[in-house]
């Protein structure tokens, strides 16, 4: 099993619709969860950070799930702007960090 | 513009010739990590600091590959006797180790292009 896994896409989604991502862990010592998000040739950006009671930061909802170690993205009425990959990434930390990214899972808004 | 920034934004080289690149991160974060990624994949974690104290490198990167950091602020990366598979864009990005989130800010790469 990958370390993390997420379904590489695309969705393509109306625009005004609700999409969500699901990302999966295999290492149940994962202690921090982050959603980035890429633009086509540009770099990562910080969209959020996960936080275990859950967050949400405007569209934006992100969910953890410990027990099955998983975290989720949701974006609510999506924008054509919302079109990118959206990387979900784990964070082991130990005596050392162990920073794993996933391979992205790829959005396109339709007008 | 997340404040880190990496130089040069694009090499294109030959086989075979070494390449050198810069990452200055922001100033007050204390980590530095830098990271590949090719068409259609993740970042793949290469190495990261804390301070000028190389803590931690992949499997990755190999013999021909060293970074360094020697004042805890700007990093290099070089690769020697570079190969076609070398190419990719090599990503750095900075974080506050110690926190208990360990969020961390890219900049904006350096494609890298090996004829």
């Known amino acids: 099993r990958k370390e993390v896994e997420q379904d590489p896409g695309p969705f393509n989604v109306p625009e005004g619709a609700t999409v969500a991502f699901n990302c999966t862990y295999s290492?149940?010592?994962?202690?921090?969860f982050f959603w980035y998000r890429q633009d086509c040739r540009k770099e990562p950006k910080l969209l959020m950070s996960v936080y275990s009671s859950g967050n949400e930061d405007g569209r934006f909802t992100a969910q953890l799930n410990r027990a099955s170690q998983y975290i989720s993205l949701l974006i609510r009425d999506s924008k054509l702007s919302d079109s990118a990959t959206y990387l979900c990434?784990?964070?082991?930390?130990?005596?050392?960090?162990?920073?794993?990214f996933g391979k992205g899972t790829r959005l396109h808004i339709l007008p | 513009d997340t404040g880190v920034s990496q130089d040069p934004r694009h090499k294109i080289t030959k086989r075979g010739q070494n390449v050198t690149f810069r990452c200055d991160p922001i100033?007050?974060?204390?980590?530095l990590y830098w990271y590949r990624q090719t068409l259609g994949q993740g970042p793949e974690f290469l190495t990261y600091?804390?301070?000028?104290?190389?803590?931690?490198k992949s499997r990755l990167l190999s013999d021909r590959f060293s970074a360094e950091r020697p004042k805890g602020s700007f990093s290099t990366l070089e690769i020697q006797r570079t190969e076609q598979g070398d190419s990719a864009m090599y990503l750095c990005?900075?974080?506050?180790?110690?926190?208990?989130?360990?969020?961390?800010?890219f900049g904006p790469g350096t494609r890298l292009t090996v004829l």
């Open positions: 600091f804390q301070n000028e104290a190389q803590l931690e």
């Open positions: 290492n149940s010592a994962s202690q921090s």
């Open positions: 990005a900075s974080g506050m180790g110690g926190s208990s989130y360990n969020e961390q800010f």
């Open positions: 100033s007050e974060h204390n980590r």
């Open positions: 990434v784990v964070n082991m930390k130990g005596r050392d960090d162990k920073i794993i």
